[in-house]
């Protein structure tokens, strides 16, 4: 039985997978081919459900962040977007520096955008101010959390790659398609050769105002997450499906043809994760995989 530790041993052995810095992983290889072919599952998934496709830029202004109230949420994870300085006499010096990396460290200006934390933040901003009847969306792209020590290559990233799926409309309409998203993610495990387990969840709030947004979150059920084995008894949340009920309608002013706050929800896959628990369940030798492209069964290749 492998576990992410002997899948992630190999691959590095082999030169497939290396960090420049903790929690940054490059791959090449039959495991960038392997993760090319999940990716492109999951966007025939996608296309399948109706949903249009979105090319997101790669940062977001703070202010939209503290609109989403991210701030009071999850500011320890938040990775900032800088640039140098354009004082001519600052960036004289860093040229000049016999240690450039750190007087480059030392001008940077302050930062106005972060990188992209999470896909779904992009659409409440650019549908901000409209009225609708529903909207969806869907964005394959990278993250940035940072965990600290809690980076391990490919199951906890700094930067990782997400494929999201949004909607907004009513909230019998966000049930729906929370739910469809459960059997979705749960069928593409079983068609991939992996043991999954749907659980109620919680967001990792930060402290001082976790105590009862966790509780509500958990009291009304709106995160569930599947769950693969990364072997030894571990497991990791590969998808997640989140009911924000009417916030980000509210904190965007983003209205219902009859007046109310829209609902939202997000189905959101860590594409690494699903590479890792792939590698765990089938091993790191392309000879002993499953042939990736017959996970595309009838019912996820069709619109619901």
Same mark, same amino acid.
């Given at each position: 039985m492998w576990t992410c530790t002997d899948v992630v041993g190999v691959m590095r052995d082999r030169g497939e997978l290396w960090e420049p810095r903790p929690g940054l992983v490059s791959l090449r290889g039959d495991a960038l081919e392997l993760l090319h072919a999940i990716e492109?599952?999951?966007?025939?998934?996608?296309?399948?459900?109706?949903?249009?496709e979105w090319r997101l830029a790669?940062?977001? @202004?703070?202010?939209?962040?503290?609109? =989403? $109230?991210?701030? !009071?949420?999850?500011?320890?994870? #938040?990775?900032? %977007?800088?640039?140098?300085?354009?004082?001519?006499?600052?960036?004289?010096?860093?040229?000049?520096? @016999?240690?450039?990396?750190?007087?480059? =460290? $030392?001008?940077? !200006?302050?930062?106005?955008?972060? #990188?992209?934390? %999470?896909l779904c933040y992009h659409t409440y901003a650019r549908l901000a101010g409209s009225t609708m009847e529903r909207a969806r969306m869907t964005a394959h792209g990278t993250c940035w959390r940072h965990e600290g020590d809690r980076l391990r290559a490919l199951e906890r990233g700094w930067a990782f790659t997400m494929r999201e799926l949004v909607v907004l409309g009513s909230p019998s309409e966000v049930d729906v398609f929370r739910r469809r998203g459960?059997?979705?993610?749960?069928?593409?495990?079983?068609?991939?050769?992996?043991?999954?387990?749907?659980?109620?969840?919680?967001?990792?709030?930060f402290a001082p105002t976790a105590r009862g947004m966790e509780l509500l979150q958990k009291v009304k059920c709106l995160k569930h997450e599947l769950m693969l084995p990364l072997g030894d008894g571990r497991q990791v949340a590969a998808a997640s499906f989140n009911d924000h009920e009417r916030f980000f309608g509210d904190a965007f002013d983003i209205r219902l043809v009859d007046g109310t706050a829209a609902a939202s929800g997000c189905v959101a896959f860590g594409v690494e994760r699903w590479l890792l628990a792939f590698l765990v369940a089938h091993g790191p030798y392309a000879a002993d995989?499953?042939?990736?492209?017959?996970?595309?069964t009838p019912s996820l290749s069709s619109a619901s």
């Open positions: 492109a599952l999951l966007a025939a998934v996608a296309r399948a459900e109706g949903f249009p790669p940062g977001l @202004d703070l202010r939209t962040l503290s609109r =989403a $109230r991210y701030f !009071e949420s999850f500011p320890q994870w #938040l990775t900032a %977007a800088g640039h140098l300085s354009d004082d001519t006499e600052t960036l004289e010096s860093v040229a000049r520096s @016999d240690d450039p990396a750190s007087a480059a =460290a $030392r001008a940077l !200006e302050p930062a106005e955008c972060a #990188l992209s934390p %999470a459960m059997a979705l993610a749960t069928e593409l495990a079983g068609a991939l050769g992996l043991d999954a387990e749907i659980v109620i969840a919680t967001d990792p709030f995989w499953p042939v990736i492209q017959s996970a595309l």
